[in-house]
């Protein structure tokens, strides 16, 4: 009998799924971390789970901040009310404008400051860069202190010296931050391995997916943080392609996923959630209807078997020629002042993600000179260093072209 009442709620599941995709296919398309709505909204609100050896507790879905907050003031508050208090933004997103909805809506709405877990990210690697930065942060966030405050984009813990550590214990000690780390991109693996022996660093938000968590880099250096008992938060966990195409593999396992009630997309959330060693996933969510679907996604109790993981391995390995990594240590090693991996990223929220602004500003954040040198300059030899065998030349002067 419950297994004939699971089939029902499944069918409705997938019946509602198609009114919610065509909606927010009218509404501008689907993000690529969107799973498939439920037929109404759940009454729990979304789990927690501790970050690292803080001892806080944290939402395990929580709401990036990539979009324009001022204006849609609607998805914080419902975000709030369905347990999503993990809030993850930073100085430079959409020009300052995310961090001063943050802010707009603390002074509109008293007391909700306290319900949510704070995260801002600074572009500067220097003490003076970074106190700079994070008192125009606190100000726009209308907020004494921040939650966690990371170094932004890091590919390698060069700059994380005594005077950075200095910095960061003076920070705490003010109670302006609570906590501190970086987020990766690029070098996720030796990156976190580098963090792991450094007793200041509190949490690490990191490129993390289906493809990464099965390579040996990778699962040691995230199982060393753990032990370090730094906090781990996954973004960027639908391993999106940089290449164009669907292969056999991808529409089986699609297939396979929706005929069990749920999307591929959900699967590759479920993946990083059955992780334990992850505390959270961080999710762009503009809209009610994408959080709406997000937030059902985590409360979703269906695990992945063995054969769900079979599809997803075959589906990652056939298109494991169409996938950047993200290690930019390679590529960039050899090819100074081409920021590849940026590069990459900007196409891959274009053709993966189907977010057009979302790329076109990270692609037009760099510098011109960062720009000509992924289109003019001479990658042969990032080609020729790259495990994925990427045409880097290309994708680039494709990304200049889809993004002009």
């Keep these: 009998m419950s297994e004939m009442k699971s089939n029902l709620n499944r ?32 009454p729990a609100p979304v789990p927690t789970r501790k970050f690292g ?24 508050r419902q975000a709030l009310a369905m347990g999503v208090t993990y ?23 008293p007391g909700t400051r306290d319900q949510v877990f704070l995260l801002t990210k600074s572009d500067a690697r220097d003490p003076a860069g970074a106190s700079k930065l994070l008192d125009r942060s606190l100000e726009r966030m209308k907020t004494d202190h921040i939650d966690l405050y990371l170094i932004h984009n890091v590919k390698d813990l060069a700059s994380f010296n005594d005077d950075l550590r200095a910095w960061a214990e003076q920070a705490k000690a003010a109670g302006k931050i609570r906590l501190f780390g970086f987020s990766t991109h690029g070098n996720m693996a030796g990156c976190l391995a580098d963090a792991a022996p450094l007793s200041w660093i509190d949490g690490i938000l990191l490129k993390y997916d289906f493809r990464l968590m099965q390579q040996p880099d990778m699962t040691k250096a995230v199982d060393a943080c753990v032990k370090a008992g730094i906090g781990l938060i996954a973004m960027k966990t639908q391993g999106g392609r940089v290449e164009k195409g669907e292969t056999a593999a991808e529409a089986a396992m699609a ?11 959900q699967a590759n959330l479920k993946a990083v959630w059955e992780d334990q060693r992850i505390s959270s996933i961080v999710s ?12 059902a996604a985590a409360l979703d109790k269906t695990e992945l078997t063995a054969s769900d993981r079979q599809l997803m391995n075959a589906y990652a390995e056939s298109t494991s020629g169409a996938y950047c990594a993200g290690c930019t240590h390679l590529c960039e090693s050899v090819c100074p002042g081409a920021p590849i991996g940026d590069g990459m990223r900007a196409l891959m929220y274009h053709r993966d993600y189907g977010d057009h602004t979302l790329a076109r500003n990270t692609w037009h954040g760099l510098p011109e000179v960062a720009r000509k040198a992924l289109t003019q300059g001479d990658l042969a030899s990032a080609e020729r260093v790259c495990p994925q065998g990427l045409p880097i030349a290309r994708l680039m002067r494709d990304a200049a072209e889809l993004l002009a």
């Design 11 to 42: 069918r409705s599941f997938l019946k509602s799924a198609g009114l919610a995709g065509a909606a927010l296919a009218a509404a501008g398309g689907t993000r690529a971390e969107t799973p498939v709505a439920r037929a109404s909204a759940a």
């Design 255 to 265: 297939q396979s996923f929706l005929a069990r009630g749920f999307s591929d997309k």
């Design 284 to 295: 762009q969510m503009p809209n009610v209807a994408i959080l709406q679907a997000n937030v």
């Design 87 to 109: 809030w993850d933004t930073a100085d430079c997103y959409e020009g300052g404008r995310s961090e001063e909805g943050v802010g707009k809506f603390f002074a509109r709405n």
């Design 53 to 76: 050896r803080s001892g806080l507790d944290i939402s395990m879905l929580g709401m990036g901040g990539m979009f324009d907050i001022p204006n849609n003031q609607i998805v914080l």
